[in-house]
């Protein structure tokens, strides 16, 4: 039986983010082993999504997107990210605070 597994890719949006967030907890809160925990975890997460890509629920913006996104939520934050069927690949997009306007994170 063929495997169904996606493969996974961060833009550098997404990099971006996970390292600046990192950073803030690091060098603003002052706690470099969260910051350290926050990013493992962050990984974790979204290794974990290929193998069930679909079990997040949509992101529904105010307005039309390009792609579909999804959300997942990790350490206080919402990861969003693409799923595209044709390459069998999640693409993880942004990584973002839970309370930042994520409309603005994908424009």
């Keep these: 039986m063929e495997s169904r597994e996606y493969g996974l ?3 550098p ?3 971006r983010d996970m390292v600046e967030i990192a950073r803030y907890i690091a060098v603003e809160l002052k706690n470099p082993i969260a ?4 990013a493992g975890e962050l990984v974790e ?3 974990n999504i ?3 890509p679909y ?4 992101y529904i913006p105010i307005r039309p997107l390009k792609h579909e996104y999804r ?9 969003l990210y693409r799923v595209d069927e044709a390459r069998k690949l999640v693409t993880v997009s942004r990584v973002v605070f839970a309370r930042r ?3 603005r994170a994908l424009e």
Excluded: Q, V
């Excluded at 910051?35 to 926050?38: E, Q, V």
């Design 45 to 47: 997460a979204a290794e």
């Design 13 to 15: 949006s997404a990099t």
């Design 101 to 103: 306007d994520y409309d």
């Design 9 to 11: 890719e961060f833009l």
């Design 50 to 52: 290929p193998g069930f």
């Design 55 to 58: 079990a997040n629920p949509a």
């Design 35 to 38: 910051a350290n925990n926050t």
């Design 71 to 79: 959300k997942l939520i990790a350490k206080n934050c919402i990861m």
